[in-house]
């Protein structure tokens, strides 16, 4: 992605954010000085990789195949000592917009539909070997009241509504069409990018940025890059 195109994302979603009164912890609004400024104070939002993440997966289709994320609260799968024993994020969509297919191995999730549109996503189980069970019916928490689907029926998932899903649930989700642009919670166990995404396709988690303008805020991913140690 440029820098322009991740750039535009952020102001777009903070503007989503002013307009539904979601606020974002301060780090969140920080500027490139203003990081610097703090690199003493930054150690544990760096580590458990706080703050905005945006992806296309690789793929260059960011309008329609890709997200705005912000994690709001995270801790270590390695170190208990640092932030905290639950993962918080928002994850911002546009009408249309999608993630992939894919799995966590160690996460538990609850998706929550925070404001907007509709979300709609679609379940499978996995297999032994790791790939997509196309066949097998799927079995899931709404508001802490059972539900079964078939594998790939389409659920939707309206404003207040959450879902939760368990470790090896496939699950892809999006903005519905139609139903405008939206934003989801995500309250979770410790989430780790890095090393538990698992795809139903081979997809890159974070883009590759061209830098064709300087940066608003820094991304997650890239904080020893940008910041230094």
């Given at each position: 992605?440029?820098?322009?195109?991740?750039?535009?994302?952020?102001?777009?979603?903070?503007?989503?954010?002013?307009?539904?009164?979601?606020?974002?912890?301060?780090?969140?609004?920080?500027?490139?000085?203003?990081?610097?400024?703090?690199?003493?104070?930054?150690?544990?939002?760096?580590?458990?990789?706080?703050?905005?993440?945006?992806?296309?997966?690789?793929?260059?289709?960011?309008?329609?195949?890709?997200?705005?994320?912000?994690?709001?609260?995270n801790?270590?799968?390695?170190?208990?000592?640092?932030?905290?024993?639950?993962?918080?994020?928002?994850?911002?969509?546009?009408?249309?917009?999608?993630?992939p297919?894919?799995?966590?191995?160690?996460?538990?999730?609850?998706?929550?539909?925070?404001?907007?549109?509709?979300m709609?996503?679609k379940?499978?189980?996995s297999?032994?070997?790791?790939?997509?069970?196309?066949?097998?019916k799927v079995?899931?928490?709404?508001?802490?009241?059972?539900?079964?689907?078939?594998?790939?029926?389409?659920?939707?998932?309206?404003?207040g509504?959450?879902?939760?899903?368990?470790?090896?649930?496939?699950?892809?989700?999006?903005?519905?069409?139609?139903?405008?642009?939206?934003?989801?919670?995500?309250?979770?166990?410790i989430?780790d990018?890095?090393?538990?995404?698992y795809?139903?396709?081979?997809?890159?988690?974070?883009?590759?940025?061209?830098?064709?303008?300087?940066?608003?805020?820094?991304?997650?991913?890239?904080?020893?890059?940008?910041?230094?140690?």
């Amino acid at each position: 992605m440029k820098r322009s195109e991740i750039n535009g994302a952020i102001s777009w979603a903070k503007g989503l954010l002013e307009e539904n009164k979601i606020k974002l912890p301060p780090f969140g609004y920080w500027n490139l000085d203003k990081w610097k400024e703090n690199s003493n104070k930054t150690d544990v939002i760096r580590e458990v990789m706080l703050g905005w993440d945006i992806t296309d997966y690789g793929e260059g289709r960011f309008e329609e195949f890709g997200a705005v994320l912000f994690t709001l609260r995270n801790g270590s799968l390695d170190d208990s000592r640092l932030g905290t024993p639950y993962a918080e994020k928002l994850i911002i969509l546009k009408e249309g917009q999608r993630l992939p297919n894919h799995y966590h191995a160690s996460k538990t999730e609850e998706i929550i539909n925070r404001g907007g549109g509709v979300m709609a996503i679609k379940l499978y189980n996995s297999l032994p070997d790791g790939k997509v069970d196309y066949k097998s019916k799927v079995e899931v928490e709404m508001d802490g009241i059972k539900y079964q689907f078939e594998a790939g029926e389409e659920v939707n998932i309206y404003p207040g509504e959450s879902i939760t899903l368990r470790p090896f649930q496939y699950h892809l989700f999006w903005a519905k069409e139609g139903k405008g642009d939206l934003i989801l919670g995500e309250v979770s166990s410790i989430n780790d990018d890095n090393t538990d995404n698992y795809n139903a396709d081979e997809i890159a988690r974070f883009a590759e940025v061209e830098e064709d303008e300087n940066i608003i805020h820094p991304l997650c991913n890239e904080y020893k890059k940008v910041l230094g140690e």
